[in-house]
């Protein structure tokens, strides 16, 4: 399927399908559990109907807007994904540069196939790296230390990955740690034999941030893996949080938070954001979807801290009633994966377009100028009166 035919996120994932062995799609595809959280994550954004304006001069768009500090030219970025190399050649480097040509904020994760030093040779616009705060400190204090000499805009703490999600695909798939690929899934491999020359032709596939302490270990690239799975830690508490923000004099962004309560906390040891994710339904299944959370959120941290809805993005018109319910922008994981896999860079850029082109057209119809345009006014929950 060329990306000129689709036309919406939801083409590109079937686009992905087709290009990726069963395995690797459905480990971007997939939640926990039953899925609850993951299909409720963008079915949630029914739930809320859009009350435009009218007779507003909407003769010119404006969708460029502030966050974590930077101005960039959409109101969404792209989240953190560990292990693009498995889904696309180009990787995290096609990803950051299709987010360097759209003015936004790039992610980069600490399971990521490329260096985070790469990435800020590769890229001029804003880039955040994910962190985590591991068993072994002196690595998440060297990857502060990186991203200082780097120059990365922000730090982002990922704080719902205490252990693994429940994930079934990848059970059923083998895609787990070593991989335990079955019959079904070894056809796939041959029946995607571009993916699996390529993968062949150029193996590169490493945990690029974290490789040099493991191959002081010793143990290639499942050492790699068990190596980090290790590094999990699930004493770490706010304390934690708290001295992690005297490490880092940026904005601290805590990415993973479902509760108003957690997000109160959160402001009080000085993180400045947060993203509102359930790690896209990939953790704690029957968790709520993030667009269901913002209003309490903005109602416990009022204007003090930045909001990001992270989860279930898949249409312009998801990230405008985001907004509207007291977000400051959105971020994306799984959108973009899909143009990744579907077609590298250009693939991400397309996903990029359709989303910019539909957020466009939403705020066109809406009567809304700007991002600032867009209030509590423009939005209506089912079921509930004005
Ligand atoms: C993720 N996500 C994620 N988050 C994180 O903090 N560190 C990581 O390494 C990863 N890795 C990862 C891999 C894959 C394949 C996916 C799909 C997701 C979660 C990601 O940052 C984001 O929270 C969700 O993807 C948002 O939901 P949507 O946009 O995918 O619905």
């Known amino acids: 399927m060329a990306l000129k035919h689709c036309h919406n996120i939801?083409?590109?994932?079937?686009?992905?399908?087709?290009?990726?062995?069963?395995?690797?799609?459905?480990?971007?595809?997939?939640?926990?559990?039953?899925?609850?959280?993951?299909?409720?994550?963008?079915?949630?954004?029914?739930?809320?109907?859009?009350?435009?304006?009218?007779?507003?001069?909407?003769?010119?768009?404006?969708l460029t807007t502030e966050i974590f500090g930077q101005h960039i030219d959409l109101p969404f970025f792209l989240a953190p994904t560990g292990m693009s190399r498995l889904f696309h050649h180009d990787k995290e480097?096609?990803?950051?540069?299709?987010?360097?040509?759209?003015?936004?904020?790039?992610?980069?994760?600490?399971?990521?196939?490329?260096?985070?030093e790469e990435i800020a040779q590769t890229i001029a616009t804003p880039k955040m790296?994910?962190?985590?705060?591991?068993?072994?400190?002196?690595?998440?204090?060297?990857?502060?230390?990186?991203?200082?000499?780097?120059?990365?805009?922000?730090?982002?703490?990922?704080?719902?990955?205490?252990?693994?999600?429940?994930?079934?695909?990848d059970l059923r798939t083998g895609m787990v740690m070593p991989p335990r690929f079955g019959l079904k899934s070894l056809w796939s491999f041959a029946t995607h034999p571009y993916w699996a020359m390529n993968m062949a032709l150029h193996p590169d596939f490493k945990l690029a941030n974290v490789a040099h302490r493991v191959d002081a270990l010793g143990g290639g690239a499942m050492g790699l893996i068990d190596y980090v799975n290790s590094q999990f830690d699930r004493t770490v508490t706010w304390d934690d949080v708290e001295w992690l923000r005297a490490q880092w004099d940026g904005p601290l962004v805590i990415k993973g938070v479902m509760s108003p309560a957690?997000?109160?906390?959160?402001?009080?040891?000085?993180?400045?954001?947060?993203?509102?994710?359930?790690?896209?339904?990939?953790?704690?299944?029957?968790?709520?979807?993030?667009?269901?959370?913002?209003?309490?959120?903005r109602d416990a941290?009022?204007?003090?801290?930045?909001l990001v809805v992270d989860g279930g993005i898949r249409r312009g018109k998801d990230v405008v009633k985001a907004i509207a319910l007291g977000a400051d922008a959105c971020s994306l994981g799984k959108a973009y994966l899909y143009g990744l896999a579907a077609g590298g860079q250009e693939g991400v850029e397309h996903a990029l377009a359709?989303?910019?082109?539909?957020?466009?057209?939403?705020?066109?119809?809406?009567?809304?100028?700007?991002?600032?345009?867009?209030g509590e006014h423009h939005i209506k929950q089912l079921g509930r009166n004005l």
């Open 129 to 169: 790296f994910q962190i985590y705060i591991l068993k072994d400190r002196s690595l998440t204090l060297e990857f502060v230390a990186r991203c200082k000499a780097s120059g990365y805009e922000a730090l982002c703490l990922t704080v719902d990955m205490a252990m693994a999600g429940n994930r079934e695909r």
């Open 93 to 116: 480097l096609a990803v950051a540069r299709a987010a360097e040509n759209f003015g936004t904020f790039y992610s980069l994760s600490t399971l990521g196939t490329t260096s985070l």
């Open 354 to 374: 359709l989303l910019k082109t539909e957020v466009i057209r939403t705020m066109t119809l809406m009567g809304c100028a700007s991002i600032a345009d867009i």
């Open 10 to 62: 939801a083409d590109l994932r079937l686009a992905a399908e087709r290009r990726l062995p069963a395995p690797m799609f459905h480990y971007i595809d997939g939640g926990s559990d039953d899925e609850w959280t993951i299909a409720r994550n963008t079915s949630a954004f029914d739930d809320y109907q859009l009350l435009p304006e009218v007779l507003c001069d909407v003769s010119n768009i404006d």
């Open 262 to 297: 957690d997000a109160k906390t959160a402001n009080h040891v000085g993180a400045n954001a947060i993203m509102i994710s359930n790690h896209g339904g990939r953790q704690l299944d029957s968790a709520p979807a993030p667009v269901d959370m913002v209003r309490q959120f």
């Open 301 to 306: 941290v009022g204007g003090s801290m930045q």
